[in-house]
């Protein structure tokens, strides 16, 4: 089932349920989808939904964070029901250690020696990761695997 037709079935069913946070959560999810649709001028490749997924929880990651330090705790827990509302949607996340081994493994690959190859780590990593992990921690995996070189 197409992403498109998963979040109409959603939203249908948080109308039926009288949810109001999922259904706006899962609406403005719809119409990130269907921009990016338009913008694309096709239907979206499941690598290029997963994007538009990755995207729209990266914005409430930084939200989030904003939240906690300006202490909008009314704002903080809204937010974390979206964050869980758009991960149902995003495929598993890799936890800290297999990102680590994938980086690991991929620095042997490449040839790395020193940070000089972290830009050549880096493009090697990110497709192997895509959508899967955050881009701030496998920046922060290959820059100290790197530097115990």
């Known amino acids: ?23 706006a959560v899962v ?5 990130a989808v269907q921009n990016a649709q ?3 001028g096709h239907d979206l490749t499941s690598d290029e939904e997963i994007a538009v997924m990755a995207r729209e929880y990266k914005q409430r990651k930084e939200s989030l964070a904003e939240f906690e330090k300006g202490g909008r705790d009314d704002l ?9 509302v758009v991960e ?22 490449v040839g790395a020696s020193s940070m000089k190859d ?14 899967q992990a955050d881009g701030k921690l496998v920046n922060q ?8 070189l």
Request: hydrophobic residues 45%.
């Open 76 to 84: 903080v827990e809204a937010t974390k029901k979206e964050m869980a």
């Open 27 to 31: 609406r403005m999810l719809k119409a």
């Open 1 to 23: 089932m197409s992403l498109l037709k998963q979040l109409q079935a959603d939203m249908i069913s948080a109308m039926k349920n009288r949810d109001k946070d999922t259904l």
């Open 88 to 109: 149902k949607y995003m495929p598993k996340q890799l936890s800290a250690d297999d990102v680590k081994k994938i980086v690991t493994e991929t620095v042997q690959a």
């Open 118 to 131: 972290f830009g050549k780590v880096m493009g090697a990593v990110m497709p192997k990761v895509k959508g």
């Open 38 to 40: 338009i913008e694309a």
């Open 141 to 148: 995996t290959v820059k100290e695997t790197l530097s115990n």
